[in-house]
């Protein structure tokens, strides 16, 4: 196998044979091309879709309260379910240790000015916890704090776009913003690149919202990250027991799934995987097909040289070749061939992705690339290919008789 | 060197049989120089091949210098046309890719030699047809009679038992042949046994014996004062 003389012989016969020898390679280094560049969309699509999730924790989970739609223990269907700031207690004393931050969130449209200025914005009031929750990135000044939960501090936090509108040039920090008349100090500027929407939203403490609001403990949703160490399926058991007692305690039917919704990131990952996981699967059989056409034609071109090599092969068993020798010649010429041209395909497909790959950043396309278990098993099967397709050529060719090629009829 | 005993070869052709060799009985000794005469179609190629171990007999048997041929697989058939025979064809069945010094080194690899050894026999041989000079070029850059030596080197380079030549001059004119010829008489001076089919007659008689085949059976064994070569070139 490691003979020189037999490489030197396949080189030989592929230097003398350059056409051939590129009909034959290129179909299989197409093959491997569509094969990775497949495999690394897949990946660009899962970075992608990951990535936009990574905006918030990925293991944030969301509590709605909602209406329910079946009468139950003496209510009637139809009923708003409230949450208060009991019902994040309640979660704080009956979860010990499987959430992480909890945040209640409450939430309203408001115009808001400063000086001549005005505009409408969304403002969300929350407590110190919710930054860990949805990853607001701060670009100037600080978050709502712990101190200003606690003593109700007319504070906000405010989005890139409200600092544009209202405040053109100048530096908000430290200014007053007015929300429904009053006025709260500005500590923050918040940006957000993977959502400019998010950049006209104006964050303040709950404590002070509340009491604005009529001294209410209203609520609109729950915020929390579950324990991080928990995989699938002890997140989604956290996040059904919740569900099960919130429903419990608003007197919600058990299987009314009106009543409130609750929006697990865990399980959207999970989806995302699958999905993406179905893509792998069918982007592996798509490039696997193209791959073993490749071969099949190698294979072909093989069978069709041996049919041209015949002359050739006859005259080397005339002068001794032995069968194992004309194998051995067709089948690391076959495999040699093959092996280099899928290399030339994946050393072009990868390639192409480190050129392209960077400057692809679509909403829900990021970064694709393949990794290097991929290109091994590539590697793997286009050896194991080259000898399948050289297999059959090369025991025809071990069969010719020298009479038969030689006679000169 | 090669014992031949009643001899016989049909080649089956759907539910005919055309019965080419009928009883042939002839033995060579070492260093004979042996031609196998006979109009086109009487069987000489036949012959040759089973001789060359290319071919398989149907009856009698077949011994090469001392060793029994009969029921050789592949491997055995071709360790022994490596060890005991070089051939010599009409249309030279060189190898178009390979330079001259290539084709003559390549019964050279199959024994086993290793690549200095090779390239210095194989330039050796080629030095004697007189093609020194010659040793990088591809066949297709050789003339006829070129080419002839160079596969008579290849022959050769093998150190055979036993040359065997298939109408080595029918693809050439007949200047070429004599030299061809004159090649072949000075190897078989030098104590090789050498066959040459052939159906000229003058050819024939450059040989120092000739064996008549008419019909698949011998009906000449006789030999020759040889004509020399030498005396046309
Ligand atoms: N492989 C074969 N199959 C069938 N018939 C063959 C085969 N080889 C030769 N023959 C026939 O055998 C006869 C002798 O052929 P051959 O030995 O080649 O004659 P020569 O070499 O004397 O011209 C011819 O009639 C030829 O057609
Ligand atoms: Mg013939």
């Known amino acids: 196998m490691f003979d020189r003389d037999i490489w030197q012989e396949i080189f030989h016969s592929i230097r003398s044979n350059k056409l051939r020898t590129f009909l034959t390679g290129f179909s299989v280094a197409w093959g491997i091309f569509i094969l990775v560049l497949l495999l690394a969309s897949v990946n660009g699509m899962q970075n992608g879709f990951y990535d936009q999730f990574n905006d918030n924790a990925s293991n944030a989970v969301y509590i709605h309260s909602r209406t329910t739609s079946k009468a139950y223990a003496g209510f009637e269907k139809g009923r708003r379910i409230q949450f208060t700031n009991d019902d994040v207690d309640y979660i704080k004393g009956s979860f010990k240790g499987d959430f992480e931050f909890i945040t209640p969130v409450f939430e309203r449209s408001t115009s808001a000015r ?158 995302i995987g699958q999905f993406t996981g179905i893509l792998q699967i069918m982007s592996v059989v798509i490039g696997l097909l193209i791959l073993i056409a490749g071969i099949v034609g190698i294979g072909n071109i093989m069978v069709f040289i041996i049919k041209e090599r015949t002359k050739e092969i006859g005259i080397r068993k005339a002068l001794g070749a032995k069968p194992k020798q004309i194998i051995m010649l067709v089948l690391l010429e076959s495999v040699f061939i093959t092996a280099l041209s899928g290399l030339i395909g994946l050393l072009f497909a990868t390639g192409l992705l480190s050129l392209v790959g960077p400057l692809m950043d679509a909403p829900a396309f990021k970064d694709p690339s393949v990794d290097m278990s991929t290109i091994i098993i590539a590697t793997i099967v286009l050896v194991v290919a080259g000898m399948l397709a050289g297999l059959i050529p090369a025991i025809k060719a071990a069969r010719v008789k020298p009479i038969v090629a030689l006679s000169d009829k | 060197m090669i014992e031949i005993k009643d001899l016989h070869k049909s080649y089956k052709m759907g539910s005919n049989s055309l019965h080419v060799l009928k009883g042939l009985n002839f033995n060579i000794k070492e260093g004979e120089l042996v031609a196998i005469m006979g109009s086109s179609g009487s069987g000489k190629s036949t012959l040759l091949n089973i001789l060359g171990m290319l071919d398989e007999l149907d009856e009698g048997s077949y011994t090469l210098d001392g060793v029994p041929i009969k029921n050789l697989n592949e491997t055995k058939a071709a360790q022994y046309r490596n060890k005991f025979l070089g051939f010599i064809f009409q249309s030279f069945n060189l190898i178009n890719y390979k330079t001259a010094v290539e084709n003559v080194a390549l019964p050279l690899y199959y024994q086993g030699v290793n690549r200095k050894e090779r390239q210095e026999k194989a330039l050796k041989y080629l030095e004697q047809v007189g093609l020194k000079e010659w040793a990088g070029h591809l066949p297709s850059e050789l003339s006829g009679g070129q080419k002839q030596r160079v596969a008579i080197a290849r022959a050769l380079a093998a150190e055979p038992k036993v040359l065997m030549a298939d109408e080595p001059t029918g693809a050439l004119d007949s200047q070429t042949s004599y030299e061809v010829m004159d090649l072949i008489q000075k190897i078989n001076d030098d104590g090789n046994t050498i066959l040459v089919v052939t159906h000229e007659p003058d050819i024939a008689d450059m040989c120092k014996r000739i064996v008549h085949l008419k019909d698949g059976v011998i009906v000449e064994d006789k030999k020759v004062d040889q004509v020399r070569a030498s005396q046309y070139v």
């Open chain 1, 114 to 271: 400063y000086k001549e200025e005005t505009g409408s914005y969304r403002v969300m009031a929350i407590n110190n916890e919710h930054i860990f929750i949805q990853k607001v990135n701060i670009s100037q000044g600080r978050y709502i704090n712990k101190s200003d939960v606690v003593g109700g501090a007319k504070v906000a936090v405010i989005g890139k776009k409200v600092a544009t509108d209202l405040y053109k040039k100048e530096d908000p920090l430290g200014k007053f913003i007015e929300i429904n008349g009053l006025p709260f100090m500005i500590v923050g500027v918040f940006t957000d690149d993977k959502d400019e929407g998010a950049e006209s939203m104006i964050y303040a403490p709950i404590t002070t919202y509340q009491r604005i609001y009529s001294n209410t403990s209203d609520i609109d949703q729950i915020m929390l990250t579950y324990n991080p160490d928990f995989n699938l399926d002890e997140a989604m058991d956290f996040s059904n027991k919740i569900t099960v007692l919130l429903k419990r305690r608003h007197k919600i039917s058990p299987d009314d799934q009106a009543g409130l919704r609750i929006w697990n990131t865990a399980e959207a990952f999970n989806d």
